[in-house]
């Protein structure tokens, strides 16, 4: 078959399909960035979410967990902590969050460990209401259950 | 060796090697922890253990690439490097930068390193792969740059041929994408969305075009077929990386809240992401079945069939097992997305470093003839220590994502095990993974050892 297709058919195909692919995708990021603030309800970012987000990154919570099926495979998802953990009520989860990252890391012999993160309680409120607000996004409702 | 100046590439080639090495070795460490939480902690969190393992993993194959790229330019453009000594510069910048960064995120917390840089003044830091502090991202730019001005003019004022442009366009696509790292926003739905233009558009798009100009390098030179030929099959190799790979990232934006419409453009777009990666398997076999010389260096060919052979069972085949979104709403974020990056990045980029290095550094030792019938021999024994070690270990991983599915994806909510619950019960899987790990460190162990076999003196 390749017999075919000589070296210019080759180079055009190469070019030009290029370049097609190029455009659209171009033209598709154009669109989800446009879309991005409806989907994630950006309006919905308070200085808390922002702080929070700071947070999560300046720890590197997704070198353990992942957030939303992206990071790693070492500890539970957190995307949907907050239903999770808090059964959707705000003030539960923040306590239970307060509390858990108070008591990192749980002394079970052999068992994954979390560190310590010696976290101010203002920060671990940014921290949940980040993860309150990530737990919102319309993500296609993944995961398909619960547990993440 | 035809240029003086090719000799640049063998620092390159050395300290890729050596880094390989660390990776390996921070890999089987993390793979303890994953059995015995408290294996070097706290010491070493696990998160820091993963930061080094996968940064020295971009990073080897930086220097692999740019090794690569220094070798063969010459040859190509028929002249000297335009300036060996800019590339022995930007060495010793790239392993300073490199070291300094590895050593931070060995020896302070994360929290004070994101302070000790600055992160706020222009927070990049914190997300996956991209962990390295702002002022080491522009440091990797600074060299990038050096490093391909260096090869463009070399090119510019030599011959032109099919392998260095699509070589030189993988580079720039390499270079321009990585600026998607340098985007931050309040909105982590925006910066998950960008990520991926580096990450994916790296192993998928632009870093497929260099895999090819080096494969085709090297299948030129062993088996002394026709460019003519060569270049049709490069051509068509790109143009199905980039009309797959490119609206193919939408395989990553099913379940991050993007637009819906990525399951479809993403599943269809990735489904034909393997036909690149097959197309090479045809395009190594093709070449050698069509061969005009017999080149002694027979492990340098080897290791271009297996990068073929194995880049397309990892990104291939592996990928393909998770890149519709039906089947990706269960896999997503579990072991058998471990699997599948383990095998493609090891199949397809560590090997075509393997294959550079066989092929160039006998010649850079002064045996352009290969290296002797037993150091090859030695080779081939760590060909396949590491292939088997890497296929294995990709299997335990596979077969621990479908368990972790099993329990932990696809019951409901009322019946579905937790997380750590069902790692648990993966505990003999990941004991298998560790070991098939120190098979692969073993192989690499063998590979070093065959640089020191001495050619057997015949007696007479
Ligand atoms: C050599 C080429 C490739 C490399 C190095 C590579 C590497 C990776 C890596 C590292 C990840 C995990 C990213 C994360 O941390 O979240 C990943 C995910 C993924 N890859 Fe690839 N890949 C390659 C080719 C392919 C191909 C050809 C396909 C499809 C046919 C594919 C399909 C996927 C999918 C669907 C995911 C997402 C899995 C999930 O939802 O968790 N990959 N790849
Ligand atoms: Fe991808």
């Known amino acids: ?148 | 060796m035809k240029y003086s100046s090719q000799m640049v590439a063998k620092p390159y080639f050395i300290f890729a090697l050596i880094l390989l090495a660390g990776e390996i070795l921070f890999g089987i460490t993390m793979s303890i922890q994953y059995i015995y939480g408290d294996f070097l902690f706290p010491m070493l969190p696990f998160n820091v253990l993963r930061m080094v393992h996968v940064n020295l993993l971009i990073v080897l194959l930086l220097f692999g690439f740019m090794g690569a790229t220094y070798y063969l330019i010459p040859e190509e453009a028929e002249r000297e490097l335009w300036s060996p000594l800019l590339a022995k510069i930007t060495f010793w910048v790239f392993v300073v930068a490199g070291v300094l960064t590895i050593l931070g995120y060995l020896f302070v917390p994360y929290a004070e390193l994101t302070k000790l840089t600055m992160n706020d003044l222009w927070p990049t830091m914190g997300r996956e792969f991209l962990e390295q502090p702002t002022i080491t991202k522009l440091g990797i730019v600074l060299v990038v740059v050096s490093y391909i001005f260096n090869v463009t003019m070399t090119v510019i004022k030599g011959r032109t041929t099919t392998i260095s442009i699509i070589l030189l366009t993988g580079l720039f696509g390499l270079a321009f994408f990585f600026l998607f790292a340098f985007e931050f926003s309040d909105n982590m739905i925006t910066d998950k969305f960008f990520w991926w233009f580096v990450v994916h558009l790296w192993v998928e798009a632009t870093w497929e075009l260099i895999l090819g100009a080096l494969l085709a390098f090297v299948l030129v030179k062993l088996t002394g077929v026709d460019r003519e030929h060569i270049d049709k099959w490069l051509y068509l190799i790109i143009a199905m990386t980039l009309i797959a790979g490119l609206a193919g990232t939408g395989h990553h934006f099913f379940y991050i809240g993007l637009p819906g419409y990525w399951l479809w453009i993403g599943s269809i777009a990735s489904a034909a992401e393997p036909i690149p990666f097959f197309l090479m398997i045809l395009f190594a076999y093709n070449m050698i079945k069509n061969r005009r010389i017999q080149d002694d260096n027979k492990i340098a060919l080897t290791w271009a069939k297996g990068t073929a052979v194995v880049g397309f069972l990892g990104a291939g085949v592996w990928g393909f097992m998770h890149t519709l979104a039906p089947v990706d709403y269960y896999t997503h974020g579990t072991q058998l997305t471990a699997a599948h990056a383990h095998l493609s990045f090891f199949g397809a980029y560590v090997m075509i470093c393997f294959t550079l290095i066989s092929y160039a550094m006998p010649i850079l030792r002064g045996r352009p003839h290969g290296n002797c019938a037993k150091a090859q021999k030695v080779e081939l024994t760590s060909f396949w220590l590491m292939v088997i070690g890497m296929i294995g270990l990709t299997l335990a991983l596979t077969v621990a994502g479908v368990m972790q599915i099993e329990m932990q994806r696809i019951p409901d909510s009322a019946h579905a095990m937790a997380f750590m619950d069902v790692q648990a019960k993966l505990s003999t899987i990941y004991i298998i993974r560790s070991l098939f790990g120190v098979m692969t460190f073993v192989g690499l162990l063998v590979y070093f050892y065959s640089f020191f076999v001495k050619e057997e003196r015949v007696a007479i």
């Open chain 1, 1 to 148: 078959m390749t017999e075919r297709i000589t070296k210019d058919m080759a180079r055009n195909i190469y070019f030009g399909g290029g370049l097609f692919a190029i455009l659209v995708f171009v033209g598709l990021t154009f669109d989800t960035v446009k879309q991005i603030p409806k989907l994630s309800h950006a309006s919905k970012i308070t200085k808390s979410v922002a702080l929070g987000k700071k947070v999560w990154e300046n720890n590197d919570c997704v070198g353990c967990h992942t957030l939303m099926g992206e990071g790693a495979y070492y500890a539970p998802e957190l995307g949907n902590a907050f239903k999770r953990l808090g059964g959707g009520d705000e003030a539960a989860f923040k306590a239970y969050l307060a509390g858990w990252m108070a008591a990192q890391p749980l002394h079970v012999k052999n068992r994954r460990k979390m560190p310590q993160f010696h976290l101010t309680p203002t920060q671990v409120n940014n921290l949940a209401d980040f993860l309150i607000w990530t737990s919102r996004v319309n993500n296609q409702d993944w995961p398909p259950n619960i547990q993440g």
